[in-house]
C-alpha cells in the first residue's frame, strides 16, 4: 500500500513555527541578546536565550533577564522587536518543508500552527513564504495561553473537531512536548532548532529526528 493510501494515523498534526518550520532560531537568540544588553541587563548566554524560543514573548525575555527589573519590560520587548524587524527578511522556512506540507495535505492531514509568536508576527511570516492555504487554522501566544499550557491545542482540536488521540503535535523545543503531553497528544521533537535531542527525549515523544527530510519521511510512514 502506498504511504498516499495507507489510514491515517492522525487526522490533526499541529506545527510550532520558529525553529520548527521556520529557520529562525540563531536570529532570535541574537536579538534576544541584544534585546537584554540594550536595556542594561546581563547579557544571557546562547543556551539561555535559545531554552526560551516557544514561550510567548515578555514571560520569554524575563526569564532570559531575570536582572532587568519588571519597569523595564515594555522597553525590553521594544528593544527584542527593533532587532528582530531588522532581520525579518532574512528569515525563511527550512530546506523541505513545503514539499513535507504539500505532501502531508495531500494525505487529507489537518495541518495547524501552535505558536509562542504573536498573531502579528505569524501573519506577516505565513504572508511572506506564501503559506497561507496550508494551514487550517492556528494559534499565537498573545491569543490564548502560552506553552506548555495546553489551551492552544485545546481550542485548535476543539475548532477542527479532532480528538486528542487523533492530534500530533511537532516542535522543536520542550516547551511544545510539554504542551502536547498536557494536552494528551503525541508528539515529535526535532532537534534542528532550539532544544537539543536529550530534553526532547526526556519527555517521550514518539521519535526525535534531526532533519526536515528526517521528518518527512516518519511522517509519510508513521501518521
Known amino acids: 500500500m502506498s504511504n498516499l493510501h495507507r489510514p491515517r494515523q492522525f487526522d490533526l498534526i499541529a506545527f510550532d513555527w520558529d525553529g520548527t518550520l521556520y529557520d529562525s532560531t540563531q536570529i532570535i537568540v541574537r536579538c534576544i541578546q ?6 542594561g541587563g546581563q547579557t544571557p548566554t546562547h543556551e539561555q536565550a535559545a531554552y526560551v ?3 510567548a514573548l515578555m514571560p520569554a525575555l524575563a526569564h532570559a533577564a531575570p536582572d532587568v527589573p519588571k519597569d523595564k519590560y515594555p522597553m525590553l520587548g521594544e528593544r527584542y522587536r527593533y532587532h528582530y524587524a531588522l532581520h525579518h527578511n532574512d528569515l525563511s522556512l527550512f530546506e523541505g518543508v513545503l514539499p513535507l506540507l504539500e505532501a502531508l ?3 487529507q492531514h489537518l495541518l495547524a500552527v501552535a505558536t509562542g509568536k504573536s498573531r502579528k508576527g505569524l501573519d506577516e511570516a505565513l504572508h511572506q513564504v506564501a503559506l497561507r492555504g496550508i494551514f487550517d487554522a492556528s494559534r499565537t501566544a498573545d491569543e490564548t495561553a502560552g506553552k506548555p499550557d495546553p489551551r492552544m491545542l485545546h481550542e485548535l482540536m476543539a475548532e477542527l473537531g479532532v480528538a486528542p488521540e487523533r492530534t500530533l503535535m511537532i516542535g522543536d523545543t520542550t516547551h511544545d512536548l510539554l504542551m502536547a503531553n498536557n494536552a494528551g497528544c503525541a508528539s515529535v521533537g526535532v532537534s534542528y532548532g532550539a532544544h537539543g535531542s536529550s530534553g526532547l527525549e526526556d519527555l517521550h515523544p514518539r521519535v526525535v529526528v534531526h532533519s526536515v527530510a528526517e521528518l518527512h ?6 501518521a
Open 217 to 222: 519521511n516518519w511522517l509519510l510512514d508513521h
Open 105 to 107: 495535505h495531500e494525505r
Open 53 to 55: 524560543i516557544g514561550m
Open 34 to 39: 541584544a534585546a537584554v544588553t540594550d536595556v
